[in-house]
């Protein structure tokens, strides 16, 4: 069961950047190099707590649907979503946020899933899959930070 953590500080508030990581929209702009999009339940906006997702998007050249619910939400601190139905065998996204001393935001992504195939999938967490997945959260992390440091204040 790969697990994966990311700290991002981000030089804006903790609302702001609690927000932003429940942005729908800004979710896909963070993921258009894999023409993901969400296609049912909430489309647009942010999303809330007991709300789902389904995402459409082509990893590995292969096009793919996953449905994510928001299973628990303490706003402004933590949220997590949750795999309904999708490729993996499980997957859970915990999403932390921290008011930092300069009035910024440190972000804490912590990513498990459990790959379906057994050995095999086990097999492809250690050659590619979790490098993959880093990768997609550190993009999105990189659009939510520089999104949130060059907004306006409120």
Known sequence: MPRIQTVTDVGASLETVFDLSRDIDLHQLSQAGNKER????RTSGLI?????VTWEAVHFGIR???????????R???FRDSM??????????DHYFEGLPDGGTRMTDVFDFTSPLGVLGRLADVL?????????????????KLTAEHRPPA
Do not use: C, W
């Not at 969400?38 to 339940?41: F, N």
């Not at 793919?64 to 303490?74: D, G, H, P």
């Not at 993009?139 to 939510?144: A, H, P, S, T």
């Open 38 to 41: 969400a296609v049912s339940g």
């Open 48 to 52: 809330e707590m007991g709300e789902e």
């Open 64 to 74: 793919q649907r996953l449905t994510s619910r928001i299973v628990a939400m303490t």
């Open 76 to 78: 402004p601190t933590h």
């Open 84 to 93: 309904v139905s999708g490729a993996f065998k499980r997957l859970d996204h």
């Open 128 to 144: 590619f899959l979790k490098r993959y997945m880093r990768r997609l959260l550190d993009e999105r992390n990189q659009v939510i």
